[in-house]
Nanobody, 115 residues
């Protein structure tokens, strides 16, 4: 059974950094893309960043220049380096893995940024 295990969330002061990881196990299909989403209380889930199998990246305007998405294909792991964090970055962060058959979601990890 496919599992996405996220880690790295926590509480940090504004201006601080966190690095999220999402490790996908038991995926036998080809991974086409790996994404990070977030959902703040009372808001819709939004795409934060994505990285394609060719290492092309896309970022939400709100995180450009502060967040960096990367991946380790050998480990089926995607990372999100978050710098210069702001209180408005507070949310539950989810990873999503898109294969040639279907997509998978992680369970979410809480990121809280205090002012």
């Amino acid at each position: 059974q496919v599992q996405l295990v996220e880690s790295g969330g926590g509480l940090v002061q504004a201006g601080g950094s966190l690095r999220l990881s999402c490790a996908a196990s038991k995926i036998s299909f080809r991974i086409n893309r790996m994404d990070w989403y977030r959902q703040a209380p009372g808001k819709q889930r939004e795409l934060v960043a994505l990285i394609s199998s060719g290492d092309s990246t896309v970022y939400a305007d709100s995180v450009k220049g502060r967040f960096t998405i990367s991946r380790d294909s050998a480990k089926n792991t995607v990372y999100l380096q978050m710098n210069s964090l702001k209180p408005e970055d507070t949310a539950v962060y989810y990873c999503r893995v898109i294969t040639n058959i279907r997509d998978y979601w992680g369970q979410g990890t809480q990121v809280s940024v205090s002012s």
